[in-house]
């Protein structure tokens, strides 16, 4: 589980930026960020994550392969064509925009369920995350059942931070 414990930094840091600190604030009403600390939050947010990201794909990027041929220290494996890593980046993002969407479209269904069962309307924000949330928890899922721990907590992991970045 060697490189995790970046992960899991990374984390908390989000998580401390985005959903502790603001209830700490007292320039604007409630638990919020006032419009200067908000775009301060979102530029932290940008480069925690940009630099995981970076640590995860370049720099510490044998953590994150599994285990084969791990005698070989000078064994890596072969970063993908050009080509193939924009092709990749696209159907990401085409991949996002739907996922995002169906949260779009769902969410009238979702306020008005939440609004019949008498639950708090947070409830709606966390039933959205989870339905985003949604393929990559199969995907962490379905790769701890074939016994892939690693790529399962990456899986996980990098959900929890993209989410909340």
């Known amino acids: 589980m060697i490189g995790n414990s970046a992960a899991l930094a990374t984390l908390l840091a989000l998580a401390t930026l985005s959903l502790v600190l603001p209830a700490f604030t007292v320039s604007s009403p409630g638990a919020t960020y006032a419009a200067s600390q908000l775009t ?3 530029l932290a947010s940008l480069l925690l994550w940009g630099t995981f990201v970076f640590v995860q794909t370049v720099r510490h990027r044998d953590y994150f392969l599994p285990p084969e041929n791990q005698a ?3 064994a890596h494996t072969a970063p993908p064509p050009v080509a193939l890593a924009w092709a990749s980046f696209g159907l ?5 925009i739907a996922v995002v ?5 769902l969410s009238p269904s979702i306020e008005s369920v939440v609004a019949a069962a008498g639950a708090p309307k947070t409830t709606i924000s966390v039933a959205i995350a989870l339905l985003v949330l949604l393929p990559e928890a199969t995907a962490a899922l379905r790769a701890a059942r ?3 721990l690693q790529t399962s907590l990456n899986l996980a992991l990098g959900s929890a931070l993209a989410s909340i970045a």
């Open 92 to 96: 990401l993002f085409i991949a996002l």
């Open 146 to 148: 074939a016994n892939r």
């Open 72 to 74: 070989d220290q000078q």
């Open 40 to 42: 301060f939050a979102a």
């Open 101 to 105: 969407g169906l949260a779009k479209l």
